[in-house]
């Protein structure tokens, strides 16, 4: 049982557009929802993270949104920049546990 | 943010040989790690949870015998690749958790990785 379904696998954005990566989940004892972007050959880093009693966090050009009745949260990036060319994991958790990894996003955004 | 280290970024050893990979956290006390295992454009795949000053807890299907792991400080852990096999070939991760990191206290701070190689 996949836990964790992230979506689309690839995505390919030009410059100066919206980015939008999607992840479902199962587990509703989940209570801490980040995305991280890792680099070739680098450990992820994290990108930002939202909490259930939130709908939406905004940093930067960065937004992440969370629907909890369809258990679902996703990675908006806005104004797509050739640097924001990675992979992007979702990796739900609960309080203080481990987390469970998507699969991941490679994005590629033309210049 | 917090800082993670792992040493050796790169080894590779000779089939039948030990790897041993250190984490470190440098500027907190981080009483978990997590090991991680990722291959060539996968998601990373837990192997075992470390707790400072117990046992690790392994995930199904990886070999504890195999994959050991210590936590001998609350800065410190090492995961050693016993008798090391192509197959064992991979990108090892390790992760910390800073627990005084306020509301973010599930962030977890990876390490930026060794590449085992294994001929």
């Known amino acids: 049982q996949q836990q964790v379904k992230q979506s689309p696998q690839s995505l390919i954005v030009q410059k100066g557009g919206i980015s939008i990566i999607n992840c479902a989940y199962e587990?509703?004892?989940?209570?801490?929802f980040p995305w991280y972007q890792q680099f070739p050959g680098k450990g992820p880093a994290l990108l930002i993270a939202?909490?259930?009693?939130?709908s939406e966090k905004k940093e930067g050009r960065f937004t992440i949104s969370f629907n909890k009745s369809a258990k679902q949260f996703s990675l908006h990036i806005m104004d797509s920049q050739p640097g924001d060319s990675a992979t992007y994991f979702c990796?739900?958790?609960?309080?203080?546990?481990?987390?469970?990894f998507g699969d991941g996003t490679t994005l590629t955004v033309k210049p | 943010g917090a800082v993670v280290s792992q040493h050796p970024s790169r080894v590779i050893c000779k089939s039948g040989t030990s790897v041993k990979i250190e984490c470190r956290s440098l500027?907190?006390?981080?009483?978990?790690m997590f090991w991680y295992r990722q291959f060539p454009k996968q998601s990373l795949m837990l192997m075992a949870t470390?707790?400072?000053?117990?046992?690790?807890?392994?995930e199904q299907g990886v070999e504890k015998d195999k994959f050991l792991i210590n936590h001998a400080s609350l800065t410190l852990s090492t995961l050693t690749v016993t008798s090391a096999h192509p197959e064992d070939s991979s990108f090892y991760i390790c992760?910390?958790?800073?627990?005084?990191?306020?509301?973010?206290?599930?962030?977890?701070?990876f390490g930026p990785g060794t590449r085992l190689t294994v001929l």
């Open positions: 992760s910390a958790c800073n627990p005084l990191a306020g509301e973010n206290y599930n962030e977890q701070f």
């Open positions: 587990n509703t004892a989940f209570d801490y």
């Open positions: 939202i909490r259930p009693d939130v």
């Open positions: 990796a739900p958790s609960p309080n203080a546990g481990k987390s469970t």
């Open positions: 500027d907190f006390q981080a009483t978990t």
């Open positions: 470390s707790n400072e000053g117990s046992k690790a807890t392994y």
